[in-house]
């Protein structure tokens, strides 16, 4: 029997990169985890629908704490990127994935933000 598979609104994840601890990264997956299991927005509470992961580099060293989402909408799989997250922003972006409103544009940065670089 395969794995239970729980569908979710969308992925978080919470740099823990050496850079982004000394930013206090740790203490911020802490409490956006707390967060996400107090107000049943963590996909295995009932209504819930997000995941959260701790993530190596994700290569904004210089400006982490670092946070990546990922989500699906009609128009396909979205992402973005979030440098010097603190916990109110990770809450409302949270609230945002879960909810499937507009993400908060603060502190945002990458493909939606600006053209991609060639490779
Ligand atoms: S250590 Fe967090 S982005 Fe590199």
């Known amino acids: 029997m395969p794995p239970l598979y729980f569908r979710t609104s969308g992925h978080l994840l919470v ?5 982004c601890q000394a930013r206090g990264s740790a203490l911020l997956h802490k409490a956006l985890w707390n967060h996400l ?3 049943s927005l963590a996909y ?3 209504g819930g629908s997000l995941r959260l992961t701790e993530s ?3 290569g904004s060293c210089s ?3 670092s946070l990546c989402v990922y989500r699906r909408r009609e128009s396909g799989l979205q992402e973005a990127w979030y440098a010097a997250v603190d916990f109110p922003l990770a809450a409302r972006i949270a609230q945002a994935v879960h909810e499937g409103t507009e993400l908060p544009a603060e502190h ?3 493909p939606e933000q600006q053209p991609a670089l060639s490779p």
């Open 56 to 58: 190596g580099c994700l």
């Open 44 to 46: 295995y509470k009932k």
């Open 63 to 65: 400006f982490g704490p």
């Open 37 to 39: 299991e107090r107000q």
């Open 15 to 19: 740099c823990q990169g050496p850079n």
């Open 108 to 110: 945002q940065y990458g």
